[in-house]
Every structure is written in C-alpha cells, then in structure tokens.
C-alpha cells in the first residue's frame, strides 16, 4: 500500500501519524536498468548496418526515440512527488499536503467534529474520499488507485471512531 499508519509519543501522549504517497510502478533503480536495455535493443537491428549509410540515417532516431522516453519518464517521476500526511493531535487533525512544485498545502480541524466521506461515483475519481471539519471539505489520496481509496476509506473511519 503507498499508505502507512506510524504512532509517535510526545509529551501530550500518543499521536498517530498517516502519510501517503503515490504508487511508482518503475522504481528509480529500475529506471536506469530500463534506459539500459532499450539502448541495447534497439541497437541490435542496426549492427547489421553498421558499415552502411543507412547505419548514420537510423542512429539519430533511435537516440530521439531513447530520448523521449527518458524524458516522459522523468515527468512521471516528477508528477508523482506528492505527499500527504495527516497527523491526529491530542484535539486537532492536521492535514499537509506537499505538491509536485514544492507548495505546502494546509489543513486543520477539531478531530472531534471530523468525519471521512466517500464518493462512490460522484467524485472526479472513483471511491473518492475526503475529510470534513472546520465547515470545510478537503481530498485526501486522490493519486492512489479505486481499491486502495476504500481501503483508505475503512482506516480513517476507524481512526477516527477511536481518535473520538
């Protein structure tokens, strides 16, 4: 799950800690691994031509080709450089959200009076869920597929039943 619950003690008591992120399903290791192999494939159909013209024709293509996956990769990574975290004070819930950009974005409400929502088919994405509090409705986990939003879904509303 790109979602996981930490518990910190402080001197107020304990407090639980949810940070999420999205899923990449190409690990930065793997990236290199993959920019690797492309290079190597694609380079075994011009062997055959290396001592012809038609050799120096294909080459700048192939390297265009390498090049644009490469680029369309790293905006993938950069897109996916979200992170949310939701942390549950002794009376308030405080939700933070850091944006691709490096924007921080805030949220805070009396844990009491919050509640977790789902939008089966009514949100902009399936399983939609947000928090309500402070006379405001905020998303939470909106990058994260359908099943793992129910899942996340299910684990505030338990969370919040015993943060009540």
């Not at 999420?20 to 691994?33: D, E, M, Q, T, V």
């Not at 009491?112 to 939470?140: K, M």
Request: proline share 5%.
């Amino acid at each position: 799950m790109p979602y996981h619950w930490n518990t910190h003690h402080n001197n107020t008591g304990q407090m639980q800690i949810l940070e999420l992120w999205p899923h990449n399903s190409l690990p930065k290791r793997g990236f290199a691994g993959f920019i690797m192999v492309t290079f190597i494939l694609t380079l075994i159909p011009l062997i055959a031509m290396t001592s012809t013209m038609t050799f120096w024709g294909l080459l700048p293509f192939m390297m265009m080709a390498l090049w644009g996956i490469w680029v369309a990769l790293q905006k993938s990574y950069k897109r996916n450089e979200i992170f949310e975290r939701l942390q549950f004070g002794a009376t308030q819930l405080e939700l933070t959200r850091t944006n691709p950009s490096g924007e921080v974005l805030s949220w805070e409400c009396d844990g009491y009076w919050s509640r977790a929502q789902l939008y089966p088919i009514e949100g902009p994405v399936p399983n939609y869920v947000t928090l309500n509090g402070n006379g405001r409705e905020v998303e939470i986990g909106a990058f994260l597929s359908e099943s793992e939003r129910k899942s996340l879904y299910h684990d505030l509303r338990k969370a919040l039943a015993f943060y009540k």
